[in-house]
């Protein structure tokens, strides 16, 4: 039987002033990232946590940047109650070493693309899995899967781990980031 995965804590604000700022990361910014940067984005909002954390996501990867969210991915969140109707690829940049306090990569390839270029003085420990926060995942078993080439379902099983998550996740930032 597989043991659930443990979630580290939330790393440290790099800067005492709002907000905690945080971005998920895939391949192509069009599918699983901004379905967590929306999902996380409107659940930190009810929280009442819109203002202390912000939520921004990006890809890899080149070619899609400045084109909307996957239509199928879109559909979904606007049937769940989520608006990705504002979200436009981008690109991840070294910069965002330094302007983030937490990544998160939706795959284990991401996170190599990722780490790959983590500059020398970057800290590396702010990197982490998506699902690390996920309390269903196994420490095995910590990849989004990546719904664009195959069925509709794939992306409601994308949306569960997402809102699984990003629950999780609120709650690790009320106690952590709202409370310093």
């Not at 192509?28 to 939520?55: D, F, H, Q, T, Y």
């Not at 070619?63 to 979904?76: K, N, T």
Request: charged share 25%; net charge negative; glycine share 8%.
């Amino acid at each position: 039987m597989r043991q659930p995965a443990k979630a580290q804590g939330l790393p440290a604000r790099r800067s005492p002033r709002p907000p905690y700022r945080i971005a998920v990361v895939c391949l192509g910014n069009i599918c699983r990232s901004p379905m967590a940067e929306v999902v996380l984005a409107a659940r930190l909002e009810r929280a009442g946590l819109g203002g202390e954390v912000e939520v921004v996501s990006a890809g890899t990867g080149d070619w899609h940047m400045g084109q909307p969210m996957d239509r199928r991915a879109a559909a979904l969140l606007t049937a769940h109650g989520y608006d990705g109707s504002r979200h436009r690829a981008q690109q991840f940049a070294t910069a965002w070493f330094e302007d983030c306090d937490l990544i998160l990569a939706m795959d284990a390839a991401n996170r190599s693309d990722i780490a790959a270029l983590l500059p020398e003085s970057a800290d590396g420990s702010r990197v982490r899995m998506f699902r690390e926060f996920d309390p269903r995942a196994a420490d095995d078993d910590r990849d989004v899967p990546d719904p664009f080439y195959g069925e509709d379902d794939g992306f409601d099983t994308v949306l569960a781990m997402v809102e699984r998550t990003a629950a999780a996740l609120v709650t690790a930032l009320e106690r952590e980031v709202a409370g310093a």
